[in-house]
């Protein structure tokens, strides 16, 4: 199975602020990238699919990029809605699988 | 309106079983899969597999086997994942989602607690 690892495990940051999240992929996962944010008590959100496309209905301020085994989510500038849990996910190769996700916070 | 409506939230004694729904409404359900995702505090999400709800064909983690079964009652556009021989570490929360690949839509995600 790949092997996704995503850092931080816990960000802290303040509104305005530019917020990167990472996921490295154990092998090349040729862009076959998802993200997705999970508020508490909800079920996760697609926020972008395929690395680098957003979801409709997606803010702007959300963007994906990366490539090979190297996967970033950028927040450029942090609301307080955004304070949530995200997730990567590969689907590269089956078993899908996720990153242990990011939990971010406002300071 | 996409909906994907789980049942309710399920308390079992180990070794033993639950069967969990995910009715869907708002498309046509037989043209897309139904996946299944658990999530637990410690081991975060995991991919269980999913199902072709037209044929009933299913596609499972490897982890899953044995411990779900996934099934389809076309007639009432509804999934149905079964755990067997309960064990406290399939204590989690459990989600259905459109597609074989989870994407836009999912369930409110059911909860298992497995205790004596």
């Known amino acids: 199975d790949i092997q996704m690892t995503q850092s931080p495990s816990f960000l802290s940051a303040s509104v305005g602020d530019r917020v990167t999240i990472n996921c490295k992929a154990s092998?090349?996962?040729?862009?076959?990238l998802n993200w997705y944010q999970q508020k508490l008590g909800e079920a996760p959100k697609l926020l972008i699919y395929n690395t680098n496309n957003l979801q409709t209905g997606i803010p702007s301020r959300f963007s994906g990029s990366g490539s090979g085994t190297d996967y970033t989510l950028t927040i450029s500038s942090l609301q307080p809605e955004d304070v949530a849990t995200y997730f990567c996910l590969q689907h590269s190769s089956r078993p899908w699988t996720f990153g242990g996700g990011t939990k971010l916070e406002l300071k | 309106q996409v909906q994907l409506q789980q049942s309710g939230a399920e308390l079992a004694k180990p070794g033993s079983s639950v069967k969990i729904s995910c009715k869907a409404s708002?498309?046509?359900?037989?043209?897309?899969?139904i996946s299944w995702i658990k999530q637990t505090t410690g081991q975060g999400l995991e991919y269980i597999g999913y199902i072709n709800t037209g044929s009933g064909g299913t596609n499972y983690n490897e982890k899953f086997k044995g411990k779900a079964t996934l099934t389809v009652d076309k007639s009432s556009s509804t999934a149905f994942m079964q755990l067997s021989s309960l064990t406290p570490d399939d204590s989690a929360v459990y989600y259905c989602a459109r597609g074989g690949l989870p994407g836009l839509y999912w369930g409110q995600g059911v909860m298992v607690t497995v205790s004596s």
């Open positions: 092998q090349n996962i040729n862009k076959y």
């Open positions: 708002g498309y046509t359900f037989t043209s897309y899969y």
